[in-house]
């Protein structure tokens, strides 16, 4: 049959990515408290496409995929991508996943369990024999305002927030410990079940706890760089203000080990 993705392009314009996305996979993932749990992840697979090829065949991404089985770790995330290097002839591969990863949680006084969800990305990104692995991951947090706090006679404003850790690192680090660090961070960490009792603890635990969208940063990034094992990090919140209507944001990123990554730096959910 007729390739039309392997004939000539005149035009000159080399693209940096091109693939698929938005792809929904069943995938298992590796799980601190009980070894592994089922989740669903929606992927991205890119290449580079040279010049003078005009198509990629889009077919060989999902066989990629599909040949490592459904078990996502650290140890066959880059080598995914470096197999589409190899099934593209490509320079760079760039493979994403994102997926819910859910951790049961005891209320702080009933002790009642639900289940929490949190936002994981894997990434691992090739150019040619380099792998840069990453680990993201967003943490649901209450902040309390310090300064409603401070010129309040009753009361303090508090909102929910976000905070998305992205990092590299030479050793494991698990994602139960980027939670736990963010969460103890914040002005109070978020239940899905709380009965009334706890609902009194979390409120006064925020207000005994105010920061502002500064302090959550910097708190969490002197956290982060107290491990020995993260070689870069990204910190970012966003709160999503309950007396404006827009939101308060800050970041803080280190780019301090990142000349010094040779090979794949492995952030992951466990061995």
């Not at 990629?64 to 078990?71: P, Q, S």
């Not at 760079?92 to 949190?118: T, W």
């Not at 927030?161 to 103890?184: F, P, S």
């Not at 940063?217 to 309950?242: G, P, T």
């Amino acid at each position: 049959m007729q390739d039309k993705q392997s004939e000539k392009d005149m035009r000159g314009i080399r693209i940096d990515k091109v693939g698929v996305k938005g792809l929904r996979f069943p995938i298992v993932v590796r799980d601190l408290a009980h070894r592994t749990q089922n989740t669903v992840a929606t992927v991205a697979m890119y290449v580079d496409l040279p010049h003078h090829f005009k198509g990629t065949h889009m077919s060989r991404f999902l066989e990629v995929l599909h040949e490592h089985g459904r078990i996502i770790h650290v140890e066959n995330l880059p080598e995914i991508a470096k197999r589409m290097q190899e099934r593209f002839s490509s320079e760079c591969a760039h493979l994403q996943i994102d997926f819910p990863y859910f951790i049961e949680k005891k209320a702080p006084v009933s002790q009642a369990v639900g289940a929490m969800d949190y936002g994981v990305t894997l990434q691992a990104d090739t150019m040619k024999s380099k792998v840069i692995f990453t680990l993201g991951v967003a943490v649901p947090v209450t902040t309390l305002c310090p300064c409603s706090k401070g010129v309040s006679e009753r009361g303090a404003h508090n909102q929910r927030g976000v905070v998305t850790v992205r990092i590299r690192a030479r050793k494991t680090v698990w994602i139960e410990e980027v939670i736990q660090l963010v969460e103890g961070s914040a002005s109070c960490e978020l239940y899905s079940l709380l009965k009334r009792e706890d609902e009194k603890h979390v409120t006064e635990r925020a207000y005994d706890h105010p920061v502002f969208v500064e302090d959550l940063v910097r708190s969490v990034a002197l956290r982060i760089k107290k491990d020995s094992r993260v070689l870069w990090y990204r910190v970012e919140a966003e709160n999503f203000e309950s007396i404006h209507n827009h939101s308060a944001y800050a970041m803080v990123e280190s780019a301090v080990a990142a000349s010094q990554q040779t090979g794949a730096a492995s952030p992951s959910p466990g061995h």
